[in-house]
């Protein structure tokens, strides 16, 4: 039976359940029985490559003392073991979690977790069925990790705004152009399912790991933050699937959360897809500077990101990010304005991707751009490229989205940053604009391509793709005249005090 049939087979059983209620509680559901049974494919390996290795959590709560077992523990027995007995050892775990860092993982990833079936029957059958898949076996672990990127899309289709499946085309093209190395710190402030992560991942184990030292090495550079339960669960799962034993340095919390000042600017390699659209709880955008203040979420993670990227040094370039923003940061004004003289001053923003409508169809029309931008030197020109869609291709969809191979024009013309891209010319996608011209525009950014006229577009598709897009511009600005507001009432009540 293949893994797509085994997952679609389980999602059935679920729906025979009545405490499972909808797409998004089979996904956490599904979720934290994939992470044990990950989890302990792992535990065997290491008992096997290591002398005196012990399980950091008890024997019992191992996936093969109590799962493994067709004919194991059913009903009642088995509803009442899982609810009053694993998920309370597990989220409360002490000793000897201090003497194996992998039991810190489990703790942090049940923190939140939650068994939503009532029918103990239908639980052993999803636990059999999860059985047939072998993640003791590199070639289905590596399968599933194609069907575990199915299994994010569907979590995504059932999530909530601003919260974006970044399609895989564009993790490939960012961390292409990143080029992270062996050694280098590797981090997503905001890591959802882990996409970026595992890209990031990949790309180095392919190009520069050579043997087990290397490796060890590439495990410790990973680093991430996902403010949700579930998508930090999978995310730590994703991890545990491309190989990381340990993935400690994913974090379960808001990246947001603590003061700018107190972050240390040592993060080498930043590829992200933060939150926009959203705004953040109150209170967190105290964290912030009092003139950069906005709860605008992609507006704190671009400052964010600005901070903690590495400073040069004499033996170092400064840290580089390619980060996804909405068209709404190019142009937008106010704090906006203030975010974007900030990175032209403390960065060289020298490339702007901007990319097609539905790119990341179905969950949201707006257009994006990628912004890439080295840390420790300011500025001079922006070089702005504009996606075309292929032949023959008016839209992406769920069935057609954007394939990597795409982006190839991209990488042919791109260049090296150490010669300042020489080599680069304008063309009908590229062309650059200096920071004087910057500077006259109030630091707004969405320039349209100079060498294209005004196309008039009747694609209803398009069209209503850019109503939407101007809903959420209007309702980005509402949100910053509010700030505003706020802020001045804020301000004279203080004044009159």
């Excluded at 909808?22 to 535990?43: H, T």
């Excluded at 190395?181 to 402030?189: A, H, T, V, Y």
């Excluded at 949700?228 to 799962?237: A, D, Y």
Aim: hydrophobic fraction near 35%; charged fraction near 25%.
């Amino acid at each position: 039976m293949s893994i797509s049939s085994v997952i679609k087979s389980i999602q059935d059983i679920m729906r025979k359940d009545a405490g499972v209620d909808g797409d998004a509680q089979r996904l956490g559901q599904m979720s934290w029985l994939l992470f044990l049974k990950v989890f302990d494919a792992q535990e065997e390996e290491l008992e096997l490559e290591l002398d005196d290795y012990k399980t950091p959590i008890p024997e019992k709560f191992l996936w093969r003392n109590w799962a493994q077992d067709p004919e194991g523990i059913t009903g009642e027995q088995l509803l009442d073991f899982v609810n009053d007995e694993l998920f309370y050892s597990l989220k409360n775990l002490t000793a000897p979690i201090d003497l194996n860092p992998r039991g810190h993982v489990v703790r942090e990833a049940f923190s939140d977790a939650f068994n939503y079936m009532k029918n103990g029957t239908l639980l052993r059958q999803v636990i059999n069925k999860l059985n047939e898949i072998d993640f003791t076996s590199s070639s289905e672990r590596h399968m599933f990790g194609d069907i575990y990127e199915q299994i994010l899309k569907d979590l995504q289709s059932a999530g909530n705004a601003g919260e974006f499946y970044t399609p895989r085309a564009v993790t490939q093209f960012i961390v292409n152009r990143l080029d992270p190395k062996l050694g280098e710190s590797i981090m997503d402030p905001a890591c959802g399912t882990g996409g970026f992560l595992a890209c990031s991942f990949d790309h180095v184990k392919n190009n520069y790991v050579k043997n087990a030292t290397d490796h060890q090495t590439l495990q410790q550079q990973i680093h991430g933050v996902e403010k949700k339960q579930l998508p930090h669960l999978l995310c730590v799962t994703n991890m545990m699937l491309h190989g990381i034993e340990v993935p400690v340095q994913i974090k379960h919390g808001n990246t947001l959360n603590k003061p700018l000042s107190s972050w240390d600017s040592n993060i080498d390699v930043i590829a992200t897809n933060p939150p926009f659209g959203g705004t953040e709880e109150d209170g967190i955008e105290k964290n912030f500077p009092a003139e950069m203040q906005t709860r605008e979420t992609a507006d704190l993670f671009l400052q964010l990101i600005i901070e903690v990227l590495a400073e040069p040094s004499a033996n170092k370039e400064g840290g580089r990010a390619g980060v996804v923003l909405p068209d709404g940061t190019l142009f937008g004004e106010g704090v906006k304005t203030k975010i974007k003289k900030l990175l032209t001053e403390e960065c060289n923003l020298h490339t702007i991707v901007r990319l097609p409508n539905g790119v990341f169809n179905p969950y949201t029309g707006i257009k994006t751009n990628i912004l890439f931008f080295t840390k420790g030197k300011p500025t001079k020109e922006v070089w702005f490229y504009e996606h075309p869609y292929p032949d023959g291709v008016k839209n992406y969809n769920k069935t057609k989205p954007m394939k990597f191979e795409e982006f190839q024009t991209e990488i042919d013309w791109w260049g090296t940053e150490e010669d300042g891209f020489a080599s680069r010319v304008e063309t009908k996608q590229a062309w650059k604009v200096s920071i004087d011209d910057i500077i006259e525009r109030n630091f707004n950014l969405d320039i349209k391509n100079p060498y294209q006229g005004e196309v008039v577009n009747h694609d209803p598709e398009e069209l209503l793709a850019s109503y939407q897009q101007q809903q959420q511009e209007i309702t980005a600005l509402r949100n910053q005249l509010k700030d505003i507001l706020g802020n001045a009432l804020q301000s004279t009540v203080n004044g009159e005090a």
